[in-house]
T-cell receptor, first 112, second 112 residues
């Protein structure tokens, strides 16, 4: 089983739609969680951290369910510019170091 | 402006060439990383440096040789690469290992 699993998509949605992505992680000792977005042929950029209480940033809402070991990202009122690949990232301690593990990403295309 | 500058953006090299990728971060971070991203695959961690000391090396072939002369600069020296090494190579930094990453724009490498 992969340490971080995401539905690869693609998700094709019309402008204005609400879309949700889920991500599951296998290691219960995971400590920090992030969503990154990556545009085609560009570097990943931090979208938002995910906090235990859930957090919102404009049209984006992230939630964490530690009991079920998944995190989610909800995008409301989708814009064309939201088209990208969304990467789930999980941080945990391995030995004496903390390390980040990336999911394979979920591809989103917002259609006019 | 991400604060992490990576050069070159594109690189084409033959299997007998020697080249180097350069990364510089202006964020005052203590950890720097090299990642490899192949098509349709998640980001693969290659090397981690914390305060100029290598803390992780994920079984990367010796034809990839990292160098971290100080906490702001990171190099990846390449020699006798194989065509399967063609990928996007991303430099990143974080305040400490395992915290959220800030990426450079990447080097798209093609090995002929």
């Amino acid at each position: 089983r992969k340490e971080v699993e995401q539905d690869p998509g693609p998700f094709n949605v019309p402008e204005g739609a609400t879309v949700a992505f889920n991500c599951t992680y296998s290691n219960s000792a995971s400590q920090s969680f992030f969503w990154y977005r990556q545009d085609c042929r560009k570097e990943p950029k931090l979208l938002m951290s995910v906090y235990s209480s859930g957090n919102e940033d404009g049209r984006f809402t992230a939630q964490l369910n530690r009991a079920s070991q998944y995190i989610s990202l909800l995008i409301r009122d989708s814009k064309l510019s939201d088209s990208a690949t969304y990467l789930c990232v999980v941080s945990r301690t391995s030995g004496s170091a903390r390390q980040l593990t990336f999911g394979s990403g979920t591809q989103l295309t917002v259609l006019p | 402006e991400t604060g992490v500058t990576q050069t070159p953006r594109h690189l084409v090299m033959g299997m007998t060439n020697k080249k180097s990728l350069k990364c510089e971060q202006h964020l005052g971070h203590n950890a720097m990383y090299w990642y490899k991203q192949s098509a349709k695959k998640p980001l693969e961690l290659m090397f981690v440096y914390s305060l100029e000391e290598r803390v992780e090396n994920n079984s990367v072939p010796s034809r990839f040789s990292p160098e971290c002369p100080n906490s702001s600069h990171l190099f990846l020296h390449l020699h006798t690469l194989q065509p399967e090494d063609s990928a996007l190579y991303l430099c990143a930094s974080s305040r400490t290992p395992g915290e959220k990453l800030f990426f450079g724009s990447g080097t798209q490498l093609s090995v002929l």
